[in-house]
């Protein structure tokens, strides 16, 4: 399986927390459940970190059995339709960027 995250890296604007993660919730995570292939959407709130830690207000994960489903995840309409949302959001309620890394998951079940 692997997993491709979406690091929102820097702030969320002043008194707009409860607007961005409803958006998020609302807007979104809709449109990146219908990405082909996708077995898994896990969206995570910032809460803390540690002092002099870089900030990441939001972290999506969307896990894949593989890179195949994932190419053609991006390449499907809604995830460009989850691109056009995804600026109208950042545009109201986040300052920074956002970067991608894909990883080669594995789990080890306590």
């Known amino acids: 399986m692997i997993t491709r995250y979406a690091l929102f890296e820097g702030s969320v604007k002043p008194g707009m927390t409860e607007t961005f993660r409803s958006a998020v919730l609302n ?4 449109l ?24 990441f207000p939001l972290i999506l994960a969307i896990s894949y059995p593989d890179r195949a489903a994932m190419d053609q995840a991006l390449q499907s309409p809604a995830r460009a339709q989850s691109r056009e ?18 990883t080669l ?3 080890f079940p306590v």
Request: charged residues 30%.
């Open 32 to 55: 990146w459940k219908q990405f082909a292939g996708a077995q898994e959407v896990r969206v995570m709130f910032g809460e803390e970190r540690d002092e002099g830690a870089p900030e």
């Open 105 to 107: 998951a594995n789990s």
């Open 85 to 102: 949302v995804t600026g109208e959001i950042v545009a109201e309620c986040f300052d920074g960027r956002i970067h991608h890394h894909v």
């Open 27 to 30: 807007r979104l995570v809709p």
